[in-house]
T-cell receptor
Framework: AQSVTQLGSHVSVSEGALVLLRCNYS??????LFWYVQYPNQGLQLLLK??????LVKGINGFEAEFKKSETSFHLTKPSAHMSDAAEYFC????????????FGKGTHLIIQP | NAGVMQNPRHLVRRRGQEARLRCSPM?????VYWYRQLPEEGLKFMVY????????ESGMPKERFSAEFPKEGPSILRIQQVVRGDSAAYFC???????????FGPGTRLLVL
């Protein structure tokens, strides 16, 4: 069984400040981990993924995430927030091989203050 | 290269009617997944299909819901005798064989009156 916990349903940061969105997972098999972003009334867009290669993963729009097995975490960061980063962010996990349904966290709504 | 397509984007049904949601995967993809998103919640996995086969339907409600992915044409998620609790956004995703990344469509927002 797999699960994902995203701490903080809402995160507010100032424009230009560090963005940190937290994700912890549990999985009985080596996980594949994903971060997706969802803009209002749209589908999900892949930001980045971890598939057992490098533990520090770089994605689109300046985001990156680090897989820490000892902490069962996959937190998402961006050094400097832009107004356009305001959206809903979802962390997801799938089992080894990746060809099964994703288990999603409840999401974190990122608010950017001008 | 067109992405995952879903139609309709919005669907309004009265209680007791049927809802049919369609999903065309990305070109070359033969794996389709359906998810449901309730307000203020993340996406919940419903079903995983390959052409003409249901691989995993562990997330599908036992009654009224069915899914298919025929040899030709889009994948269909069918909800019979809809109830207000079925109101949600339904997302389809697709992936290629051997790929771990799922690409999502824009979703169908179902409203049951």
């Amino acid at each position: 069984a797999q699960s994902v916990t995203q701490l903080g349903s809402h995160v507010s940061v100032s424009e230009g400040a560090l963005v940190l969105l937290r994700c912890n997972y549990s999985s009985s098999v080596p996980p594949y981990l994903f971060w997706y972003v969802q803009y209002p009334n749209q589908g999900l867009q892949l930001l980045l993924k971890y598939t057992s290669a490098a533990t520090l993963v770089k994605g689109i729009n300046g985001f990156e995430a680090e897989f820490k097995k000892s902490e069962t975490s996959f937190h998402l960061t961006k050094p400097s927030a832009h107004m356009s980063d305001a959206a809903e962010y979802f962390c997801a996990v799938s089992g080894a091989g990746g060809a099964d349904g994703l288990t999603f966290g409840k999401g974190t709504h990122l608010i950017i203050q001008p | 290269n067109a992405g995952v397509m879903q139609n309709p984007r919005h669907l309004v049904r009265r209680r007791g009617q049927e809802a049919r949601l369609r999903c065309s995967p990305m070109k070359g993809h033969s794996h389709v997944y359906w998810y449901r998103q309730l307000p203020e919640e993340g996406l919940k996995f419903m079903v995983y299909l390959q052409k003409e086969n249901i691989i995993d339907e562990s997330g599908m409600p036992k009654e009224r819901f069915s899914a298919e992915f025929p040899k030709e044409g889009p994948s269909i998620l069918r909800i019979q005798q809809v109830v207000r609790g079925d109101s949600a956004a339904y997302f389809c995703a697709s992936s290629g064989t051997g790929e771990e990344t799922q690409y999502f469509g824009p979703g169908t927002r179902l409203l049951v009156l």
